[in-house]
């Protein structure tokens, strides 16, 4: 509302039915980064499959079809019940690295509603937002953790800000992000999910550019300080378990997972094991959450099928896999745990033998991100 008095959005007037179901769409926003789109849905909608005043839509932008439509990633919708029905939100980050044009038409195929099948269908006009740019240019390393950050700019519009920002890092898979900035005046600023927009591999360094919507920034602000995070990612170990006992090492961590006893027993399988070297300091409340994450890191493989999995969309194969295991705590003072999987559950892994199951582990979800150092740039004087 606050951007239609600005006379910040483009309004719409765009209304389809289909299986007595009509869409209405009604305005659009886009500052660089996010665009938004408003609409409606009438009443007609509760004849499906959610409960009432519940309302989803299966949608593809742009022709693309599935999960492999870059608009989803990290798209968001609200929904309120209104009179006839309900007014919809739908956020997206921009997925491109650079604007098609200052102005093009977006289309939309809606497949579901509630589980009612329809196709309707839009072509939308979307028009950016003028936006001011702040040119920072400020870089911050760190050795110890063999990352760098780069501030590159800040684009502000009517309703938000978008910064973009540049890693650098020795492991790929790593994740660097910016939890929070802090300005000169103590106002605290936030940020949305980050739009990778330009990737590549130099001089044995990883090299990233992320463009990421943040709190709207004030023009009086003279710095800002900002604290990034680093969330290590450690490479996956493995062990065929034709060997009864046996250790696990982490490759970035001093820890490993030392495997006691392995026992079948019917239609289970137990292993017995406990962690070396981890911290002495840790709560009754992170032993719990150690627990707890135990339940889903322990995977088991059949040899045959280990090199099928896709690093980049690691879901376990169906009938040849079991991910989850039911935990029982021995000794938290040692972290000394078994672990029990049914070998006739709903996973499961097709004429199971030892010498041919593989057990997988990943350290990396047991520990916390890290808060790197804050640091300040200077925001330069025509920011004002």
């Known amino acids: 509302m606050e951007l239609a008095n600005q006379d910040a959005v483009t309004n719409l007037n765009q209304s389809l039915t289909k299986n007595g179901v009509t869409v209405k769409l009604t305005s659009t926003y886009f500052d660089g980064n996010v665009v938004s789109i408003t609409g409606f849905v009438d009443k007609s909608v509760e004849k499906g499959d959610n409960e009432k005043g519940e309302v989803s839509f299966d949608v593809n932008f742009e022709h693309h079809k599935g999960d492999n439509d870059p608009w989803l990633n990290g798209k968001s919708i609200d929904v309120k019940k209104v009179e006839q029905g309900y007014n919809f939100q739908w956020k997206m980050n921009y997925p491109y690295k650079t604007l098609k044009e200052d102005e093009f038409t977006l289309p939309i195929t809606i497949h579901y509603i509630n589980g009612i099948k329809g196709e309707w269908k839009f072509?939308?006009?979307i028009q950016q937002e003028k936006t001011r740019t702040t040119s920072?240019?400020?870089?911050?390393?760190y050795l110890?953790?063999?990352?760098?950050?780069?501030?590159k700019e800040i684009d502000t519009a009517k309703a938000s800000s978008s910064l973009i920002y540049e890693t650098v890092q020795k492991y790929k898979n790593d994740d660097i992000y910016i939890q929070k900035a802090v300005d000169d005046q103590g106002k605290v600023y936030r940020f949305g999910n980050g739009t990778m927009i330009e990737e590549m591999v130099q001089?044995?360094?990883?090299?990233?550019?992320?463009?990421?919507?943040?709190t709207k920034l004030n023009k009086n602000v003279s710095s800002l300080t900002f604290y990034p995070m680093l969330s290590v990612a450690d490479p996956n170990v493995q062990q065929l378990l034709n060997e009864k006992t046996f250790t696990l090492n982490s490759e970035r961590f001093n820890l490993g997972l030392q495997v006691n006893e392995i026992k079948k027993k019917e239609n289970e399988l137990v292993i017995d094991y406990q962690f070396t070297g981890l911290s002495k300091k840790l709560s009754e409340h992170e032993l719990d959450l150690f627990e707890n994450n135990l339940q889903y890191e322990l995977l088991l493989v059949d040899k045959r099928y280990i090199d099928k999995i896709n690093p980049e969309n690691p879901v376990p194969p169906k009938n040849h896999s079991i991910s989850l295991n039911k935990v029982k705590t021995i000794d938290k003072k040692t972290a000394h745990f078994q672990s029990t999987f049914n070998l006739d559950g709903e996973e499961k892994i097709m004429d199971f033998n030892l010498e041919n199951t593989i057990l997988q582990f990943n350290f990396s979800s047991?520990?916390?991100?890290?808060?790197?150092?804050?640091f300040t740039v200077e925001l330069p004087v025509d920011n004002k």
Request: proline share 8%; glycine share 0%; aromatic share 8%.
């Open 203 to 214: 001089e044995e360094r990883y090299r990233s550019t992320v463009r990421s919507e943040m």
């Open 136 to 141: 920072i240019m400020k870089e911050k390393e």
């Open 366 to 374: 047991f520990f916390p991100a890290k808060e790197l150092q804050p």
């Open 144 to 151: 110890e953790d063999d990352v760098q950050i780069r501030i």
């Open 123 to 125: 072509n939308i006009p």
